[in-house]
């Protein structure tokens, strides 16, 4: 371990890869804050004739800021739903075992893995039948496909990871098993809690397939709007670059909440 | 951990099965319907057998778009999963730096996918995208909108982009999991930075290298909205993925039959090929 030269170059790599992050980044910010004329005009590295004109059309057109309040909405009605239904089913998981529960869980997993390119129509025509098109709690019900199946696993592990000894001591103690569970148990594993939160936010927010093809106005998501505007209005890509870095503020605001919590979620509980 | 027998679990388990039921049988249901139907587009259908399933299997359209698939998926795989290990491994283990570095390093993950596939077209871009002109200014001649190897090389850029940080937030849990008491035993021993990666960091990634291989590989398997923003499948078919060319057959020339078919075959070879990877993982947990 005595070479000094090389321990030097250490946080290169991470600075560099960082780097690489982000320049795209950058690239977006800058063209959100350009005219079209410049955009298009010369190639400039900042913006020369600064301007925000991009974001007051955002904020003042209820077709643009509308998109943000509906994606927020349906992201955080399924983030309730997935959690409040993974909560029972991963404690179930980590505590008992019952006719058929790996082939269970494993089927669950399968709804993860399953493209959504294959349930886009199907899922239009379901939630026609049920008259249920063009709202929040489509998008929202059609988003615990993916999410219920991740939240159960991660609840699972981080469940797993609590002493069985906690639950007896508790039933011991003379506690029923709801004021177990809300009393006790659920604040042991509050930070997984947050954890599968944070992921059924982040695979709702991005996921657009599924979104776009459940709306048509009154639910429709900002990043739909964005691709509308794109095929349409022929090249306003500065407006499409404001609303683009727009998108990125809500997931920013969340990362920073759980950044202590991040590298430990994201392995599932598991380390 | 030692498990009770309860029956009574399937109870908590419920809401779970109905919700997930709803969502996942009833379309599938929809799809085997169709995709053992044939139809003229008068709502009236007829039994086509597995009519469906020998045109898609024999027909060389699926082939390509399933050969640029694999490509796709092992290409992203062997870049990915070495380059986010050795971020992990030269990452600051504690400091002010950390968050600094976990909370930039997990933005791009929550960036819409159309975003992402948005900031990498205008960033790839020949004449207004920095990479685009930084290219041809250093004498590439480079096109990503005509050229298919240079629409390859973007596509692979974007994904490298959009997904390291997830193995990386993955490796760096399992290492930062490492007790300090090990690396201080591999002093004393005098184990060289190679013998501490193999012997001591690698065993304690494995578990999470696992589930980042079996994400990456379920994700990538299944991308269609960042490459169809990108590049729409093109030029050409080059860049048409399966799940393109699945939106494309079902929505585009709303063959439903064929694309009920197609999403049949590519849902079970996902499924398979999770299964194996699956598998091995609940060997690692359960040894």
């Not at chain 2, 050969?67 to 491994?89: K, S, W, Y």
């Amino acid at each position: 371990m005595n070479r000094p030269a090389l321990s030097y170059l250490r946080p290169l790599v991470p600075a560099l890869y960082i780097a690489f992050m982000l320049l795209p980044i950058y690239w977006l910010l800058n063209m959100s804050f350009k005219t079209t004329n410049e955009i298009l005009g010369d190639f400039t590295l900042w913006p020369r004739a600064f301007t925000l004109e991009n974001y007051v059309t955002i904020f003042t057109d209820p077709t643009w800021y509308m998109g943000y309040v509906n994606a927020l909405i349906y992201v955080s009605l399924n983030t309730v739903i997935s959690v409040t239904v993974a909560l029972p089913a991963a404690y179930a998981f980590s505590r008992y075992r019952f006719l058929g529960d790996k082939h269970l869980f494993f089927w669950l997993l399968t709804n993860r893995m399953a493209p959504a390119a294959v349930f886009a129509l199907p899922f239009f025509q379901l939630y026609s039948a049920v008259g249920l098109f063009d709202t929040h709690l489509a998008v929202a019900l059609a988003h615990t496909l993916f999410n219920i199946p991740l939240a159960v696993w991660i609840l699972e592990g981080f469940m797993s990871g609590v002493p069985r000894q906690l639950d007896e001591t508790a039933y011991v103690d003379g506690y029923s098993f709801p004021r177990f569970f809300g009393r006790i148990f659920l604040p042991t594993i509050a930070a997984g809690i947050g954890v599968a939160c944070f992921f059924c936010f982040m695979f709702s927010w991005v996921e657009l397939l599924l979104a776009k093809t459940l709306t048509a106005v009154a639910a429709k998501p900002i990043a739909a709007t964005m691709t509308r505007t794109a095929s349409t209005s022929g090249y306003e890509l500065g407006l499409l670059a404001a609303a683009g870095t727009l998108t990125i503020v809500p997931g920013a605001f969340v990362i920073y909440f759980v950044r202590n919590y991040i590298a430990k979620g994201f392995a599932l509980g598991r380390v | 951990m030692t498990k009770t027998v309860n029956q009574k679990a399937w109870l908590f388990v419920l809401p779970v099965l109905i919700l997930v039921a709803f969502n996942a049988f009833i379309p599938l249901m929809t799809v085997v319907n169709y995709s053992v139907q044939e139809t003229f587009g008068d709502n009236t259908f007829f039994w086509a057998g597995l009519m469906w399933f020998e045109d898609v299997l024999h027909s060389p359209r699926f082939h390509d778009a399933l050969l640029r698939q694999l490509t796709f998926t092992f290409t992203i795989l062997a870049i990915e999963i070495p380059l986010g290990v050795a971020i992990a491994l030269t990452m600051p283990r504690r400091g002010v730096w950390v968050p600094v570095c976990l909370v930039t390093m997990a933005l791009p993950l929550l960036i819409p996918w159309n975003v992402v596939g948005a900031i990498w077209n205008i960033f790839a871009l020949p004449d207004i995208g920095l990479l685009g002109q930084v290219l041809n200014g250093l004498g590439f001649d480079y096109n990503f909108t005509r050229q298919p190897g240079a629409a390859w090389f973007t596509l692979i850029a974007m994904d490298v982009w959009h997904w390291t940080s997830l193995v990386v937030l993955l490796a760096y849990a399992g290492l930062v999991s490492i007790p300090d008491a090990f690396y201080q035993a591999a002093k004393i021993d005098g184990a060289s930075g190679w013998a501490i990666f193999r012997y001591i960091q690698l065993p304690k990634m494995k578990r999470v290298l696992t589930i980042a291989v079996l994400l990456r590989f379920m994700d990538s398997f299944n991308i269609y909205t960042e490459p169809f923003v990108l590049t729409g499948g093109g030029p050409g078919n080059s860049t048409t993925l399966l799940s393109i060319d699945l939106v494309k057959v079902a929505l585009g020339q709303f063959d439903l039959g064929p694309a009920a078919a197609m999403s049949l075959i590519y849902f079970l070879i996902v499924l398979l090929l999770s299964w194996v990877f699956y598998t091995l993982m609940m060997r690692n947990e359960d040894s």
